[in-house]
């Protein structure tokens, strides 16, 4: 139960195929009290995977590009809980002439809203949690937290990627920043590094099925593009308390495709 009496924010939960879906599944199995997030057309979707969680919960709305959206869910959180431990952050999003090889072709207001949604975002979701997180419900001392992002490693140019990418490397720049702010207030911020899952987000990029034969030929510990549990374990255990003193990292859950040159 390493969540025992957690209270956690879950976004980016879209199909029961979602990394997130997987987080939010086992950090109620670790004893946490979550809440959704969900916006616009995918909130009827998010409520309907929702039931299929161990205990069902209740799902917020967030545009996360919407400050007014940001500070209501920091309202709604505040009446409901008085304090929040965890944030999941797995939300992303890139226009389509972001994607599939031709890096050149996408324009600014295409980049931005990429960046706005995959990092920026981040900071967002950081300084809405930092009031509940920081001084615990009434001034308990009890404060702290942990937020956890999902990443894809932006070290290197991948294939179809383009403008995704470099979104993921200011999501990387950013993580470091808030963890450098947020340290003094006991929130640790880390990111989880995944590799490629057959999520509905990579159905969405043409030239996928590149990442996924790579994985399979070349990661040391083996890897399976249908199963988030690895992932979702770790997201998990970087929002306990068993990792207090780790803030600032990324930790790479890819089978170790990322430690092997050739």
């Excluded at 980016?12 to 199995?29: F, K, M, N, P």
């Excluded at 790579?214 to 510990?221: E, N």
């Amino acid at each position: 139960m390493l969540l025992d009496g957690k209270r956690v924010l879950v976004t980016g939960v879209l199909t029961d195929t979602s990394i997130a879906y997987s987080v939010a599944r086992c950090a109620q199995e670790q004893g946490a009290e979550i809440v959704l997030t969900s916006f616009g057309r995918a909130m009827s979707l998010t409520k309907r995977v929702a039931r299929r969680l161990p205990t069902e919960p209740d799902v917020l709305e967030l545009d996360v590009t919407d400050p007014e959206h940001v500070t209501a869910l920091g309202a709604e959180l505040e009446r409901r809980w008085g304090r929040l431990d965890g944030v999941l952050h797995a939300i992303g999003f890139a226009p389509e002439a972001c994607l599939g090889g031709d890096f050149l072709r996408a324009g600014w207001d295409d980049v931005a809203i990429a960046v706005h949604v995959s990092a920026y975002s981040l900071k967002a979701l950081a300084q809405m949690a930092l009031p509940l997180m920081k001084g615990g419900a009434e001034g308990d001392g009890q404060g702290g937290g942990s937020i956890v992002g999902l990443d894809f490693d932006a070290t290197v140019a991948w294939p179809a990627y383009d403008w995704m990418g470099v979104a993921k490397a200011a999501l990387e720049s950013t993580a470091r920043y808030l963890a450098r702010d947020l340290g003094p207030a006991g929130i640790r911020v880390n990111l989880v590094a995944a590799g490629p899952l057959r999520t509905v987000a990579a159905k969405s990029i043409s030239g996928f099925a590149q990442f996924e034969e790579a994985w399979v030929a070349r990661a040391p510990l083996g890897w399976s593009i249908t199963d988030p549990e690895p992932v979702a374990r770790a997201c998990v255990s970087l929002l306990s308390d068993w990792f207090p003193a780790t803030t600032g990292e990324i930790i790479h859950v890819d089978g170790g495709y990322h430690a092997i040159g050739a």
